[in-house]
């Protein structure tokens, strides 16, 4: 990689920062979580985002939280009010819950020091979701290199949504790990960007962080990815996951679902990068059990950008009183899932699949 960076990282005072991902590709601009209130803001605003950045900082939101109970001197239900804003803070990313959950089970277990095991927890989180991402591209680099050598070392093209790259984790990302490890191995690799209305998670982060590594990429409207298919100029599609079956149903970015049809429909292989942390097992059917965010219909009626002024400014692009719908997920079917690329390896989507890789959920 060109310059390693973080998305999240701690200070000498033992606070933390984040990116605040609002004003990417614009200006880069860091924000300091000093209290767990701050915390469910970055995630609540979306400073942060990507499920398991999402994880990582309610890991340390309750590590501020432990702090400022201890320092304050505040009784347990302090504690417990911190555990369940963070929950309430977005309802679809499963890795929220999982990193809270295994706060909890630290500090239940905790010996005693409860700021120094919170601080311990959380950063392991952070250093799990790494290793996870590095490993996710180790085992996505194979299906890159297989289509590398069919055609013969050409350019292989790849179609995302949304940001499932290193600004929705720690480091590398789940989608972007593949990506910068074929790069790295001197495979061409080429992305179509979609740019994921209505926040552009596609136009503002993906090709923020592809042109930081120099990686070919050109951006797309959501519904160009069709047509593209169907002239041969896609080879594969990866995408993320924000949460994920016990069947292999796949919640994502709005928009993920179709385009698992057109790949469907075009033989186009339609690849999720699964960090074994978004998956939820307890639950088999994506599309009456994943709970589906709804945002603010403004950030559909609005768009947000840089002005001829420098300025970033938001743009409304309809009627002022023309109302709007603003379903933040959608779930693919795992009919239409490939494969799934996990950590410890590629495996169907479905719940045989992924049990033989872990085992642990039987
Ligand atoms: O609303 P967002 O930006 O949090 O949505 C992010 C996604 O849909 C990502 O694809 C997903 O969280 C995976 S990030 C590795």
Not at 122 to 142: F, K, Q, S
Not at 290 to 310: S, T
Request: proline fraction near 4%; hydrophobic fraction near 40%.
């Amino acid at each position: 990689m060109n310059t390693p960076f973080r998305t999240i990282w701690t200070t000498e005072d033992r606070y933390v920062e984040v990116i605040d991902q609002r004003q990417l590709p614009h200006e880069f601009v860091t924000v300091r979580l000093e209290t767990y209130e701050d915390a469910e803001e970055a995630i609540k605003e979306m400073i942060v985002r990507g499920a398991p950045l999402i994880g990582a900082t309610a890991a340390y939101g309750i590590y501020l939280a432990v702090r400022e109970m201890v320092e304050e001197q505040l009784n347990g239900s302090f504690l417990d009010q911190a555990f369940s804003d963070l929950r309430a803070s977005r309802p679809t990313a499963v890795n929220l819950f999982w990193a809270l959950d295994k706060m909890r089970d630290a500090l239940d277990n905790s010996s005693g020091d409860f700021i120094e095991t919170a601080w311990n927890a959380a950063a392991a989180i952070v250093e799990e979701d790494v290793e996870t991402c590095r490993m996710i591209g180790v085992h996505g680099l194979t299906l890159i290199e297989e289509i590398a050598q069919r055609k013969k070392g050409d350019v292989v093209n790849i179609l995302t949504h949304c940001n499932a790259g290193m600004l929705g984790c720690v480091e590398w990302g789940t989608v972007t790990s593949p990506i910068y490890q074929a790069q790295q191995k001197g495979i061409k690799v080429h992305v179509w960007v979609d740019e994921t209305r209505p926040r552009n998670q596609g136009s503002n982060l993906t090709a923020y962080e592809l042109t930081r590594h120099n990686v070919p990429h050109t951006l797309i409207v959501d519904n160009a990815g069709g047509h593209l298919m169907q002239h041969g100029m896609v080879d594969m599609v990866i995408v993320g996951t924000d949460r994920t079956t016990r069947q292999g149903d796949v919640a994502n970015k709005i928009g993920t679902y179709l385009k698992a049809l057109a790949a469907n429909d075009n033989n186009i292989p339609f690849y999720v990068a699964l960090p074994s942390t978004t998956l939820d097992m307890s639950i088999n059917n994506g599309l009456t059990e994943i709970p589906i965010e709804e945002r603010n219909q403004d950030e559909v009626r609005y768009m947000i950008g840089k002005g001829k002024n420098g300025k970033i400014q938001p743009v409304l692009i309809c009627p002022e009183t023309t109302p709007a719908s603003n379903f933040g997920f959608d779930v693919t079917p795992a009919r239409l899932v490939t494969k799934i690329i996990t950590e410890r390896g590629i495996c169907g989507a479905s719940e045989a699949g992924l049990l033989n890789l872990f085992p642990e959920f039987k």
